[in-house]
């Protein structure tokens, strides 16, 4: 009866500790395999498109716009933004490199000399400091055109978050996991409530995205954001998740706070391998 | 029999003078200030794990039910600033709970 109570004893605990030390690397292949499971006829970078890549009408409607896409505007913008000098005479090139297509797919990463999930907006404003330039705004405007272009330069480049075997970057990765399966806000709802559950469904008349796939394609330009008041279209990934916070109706938190960026750390981690499509055009 | 209508005539009296005797606004006032100070210290603590909801006082919100009660109450009326309070409470104290039961949240599958 002892062997029998310490053998189930240690099996439990072997399954506990399992299930602690389940890390990014497995989290990764079950995260795929479910939507694998899910969407079984849709190909890895399709899942890039969002909600386009689930409806076929969408799709079409989706396919027109992008003959014309709004966003190639701000992709404009962004290479002038790029390409303007500093009044000290020194460019965004001399912080992040000559080569615009290389920037992106670094983003975001570990920074373990600061302790710290750095992102591409977060180095866009470090940079601006530096040369005595003053920050942009960290959800739209400048910063989103900047973005956009090193998105569309960095096209057809894969996602490749690393996740140093740090316990500090781990337990940055944790943290973003839990926020991404938290419930939160009055409606009680998780980001996985949305975008690894229910994906393919509506809310309202907007059909849900996988969240596998998203980090993508942004910043986007949203229609909704092109709408009076609220800006030209285009926004940052933070500005997203604020906007889902504000929507299940929690107080959402600061662009670039830790809370987000840990989230970026893990959401993007879980898209590694898919293509750069940025900027993206969305409803 | 006569003193049991004089006892039950006494007792109608007290109960008809407390009935219309108006309740002073000081009192209301104690009544806001405490439920003010309850508030605040259980919005700090859903703040604290992360767990505030949007009405409370973010100030893009429509509602902001706490500064709403604050102005309410500035303005006299403590009715309004209490029912407000009271849903700040209790928002608060969701928000909290609800953070710390999905302190471990994690995949379905």
């Known amino acids: 009866m002892k062997k029998m109570l310490t053998l189930l004893l240690s099996a439990g605990l072997a399954a506990t500790a399992t299930q602690a030390i389940s890390g990014p690397k497995e989290d990764l292949e079950k995260f795929r395999t479910h939507f694998e499971q899910r969407f079984p006829g849709i190909q890895l970078d399709d899942f890039g498109n969002g909600p386009y890549a689930l409806d076929a009408n969408k799709r079409l409607q989706w396919e027109d716009m992008e003959e014309f896409p709004p966003y190639d505007v701000y992709v404009d913008k962004g290479r002038e933004i790029w390409e303007t000098p500093f009044k000290n005479g020194k460019s965004f090139a001399s912080c992040f490199g000559k080569d615009a297509s290389k920037v992106r797919p670094k983003y975001p990463h570990w920074d373990k000399a600061a302790g710290k999930v750095v992102t591409l907006e977060g180095d866009i404003n470090k940079c601006l400091k530096a040369n005595g330039e003053k920050p942009f705004g960290w959800k739209k405007g400048k910063i989103a055109h900047l973005g956009a272009y090193l998105g569309y330069e960095a096209r057809g480049k894969k996602l490749n978050v690393v996740i140093p075997n740090d316990p500090k970057a781990l337990q940055a990765y944790e943290e973003g996991k839990r926020f991404f399966y938290a419930k939160r806000g009055q409606l009680n709802v998780a980001c996985a409530d949305c975008h690894v559950y229910y994906p393919g469904q509506r809310v309202r008349g907007q059909l849900l995205s996988t969240a596998l796939g998203q980090p993508t394609h942004f910043p986007v330009f949203r229609a909704k954001w092109a709408k009076k008041g609220k800006g030209d279209g285009m926004g940052t990934l933070h500005r997203r998740y604020g906007g889902c916070n504000k929507q299940v109706r929690a107080r959402p938190f600061k662009a670039q706070s830790k809370e987000y960026r840990n989230l970026e750390f893990f959401h993007t981690y879980m898209s590694n391998g898919l293509e750069i499509n940025a900027p993206g055009y969305r409803e | 029999m006569k003193k049991l209508i004089a006892a039950f005539g006494l007792a109608l009296l007290i109960t008809g003078c407390n009935a219309t005797t108006p309740e002073k606004p000081a009192s209301k006032q104690a009544q806001y200030e405490a439920a003010l100070k309850n508030a605040q210290?259980?919005?700090?603590?859903?703040?604290?794990?992360?767990?505030?909801?949007?009405?409370?006082?973010?100030?893009?919100?429509?509602?902001?039910?706490?500064?709403?009660?604050?102005?309410?109450?500035?303005?006299?009326?403590?009715?309004?600033?209490?029912?407000?309070?009271?849903?700040?409470?209790f928002q608060a104290e969701a928000g909290y709970k609800q953070a710390m039961a999905q302190k471990n949240a994690g995949p379905r599958f």
């Open chain 2, 41 to 89: 210290a259980a919005v700090d603590k859903a703040a604290s794990v992360g767990g505030e909801w949007r009405d409370i006082r973010w100030k893009k919100s429509k509602k902001k039910y706490l500064p709403s009660a604050i102005e309410a109450a500035k303005a006299g009326d403590y009715d309004k600033a209490l029912k407000l309070l009271e849903i700040v409470q």
